[in-house]
């Protein structure tokens, strides 16, 4: 299905809702795996606001994004039990294992590093969480031997969202 098409069955859903343009943008990215700029003016016009209330709506919140993301997502735990365990010498492996900072996705688009701040598994620190699922008392050896799995499957089940 076309992504105008997408939109336009999104947008004819959920128009009527209070506040409908965060529920319509989530829609979209979850539909579309992100918000293409070319239907920023569909929206807009839909709910009667201007391309830039919608395009700053977008902007302003970092889970929106403007271009496909990657195949998978690694996150790294910021938190204080985390950094006490070895957390920032993991970050440090993930960035340069990945070629790509946090926000970022590595060049060949398969991950995207993205920091989190608590997983919840502070005393099996330090822990990430790749495509959803956590993984406690990560060392690099093992983040390595999660990457080199994950590169080799199908694309995460939430990889559109």
Known sequence: MHDRSVVNDIVTRLRGMPGALLPILHAVQHELGHIPPDVVPDIAAALNLSRAEVHGVITFYP???SEPGARHTLEVCRAESCQAMG?????GHAR????????????????ALEPVYCLGLCAQSPAVMLDGRPHARVTAARLDRLLDAARTSPAQDGART
Not at 96 to 108: E, Q, W
Request: overall charge negative.
């Open 63 to 65: 889970h929106f994004r």
């Open 87 to 91: 957390g920032e010498a993991l970050a």
């Open 96 to 111: 340069t294992r990945l070629g790509c900072d946090f926000h970022a996705v590595s060049a060949d688009g398969t991950f």
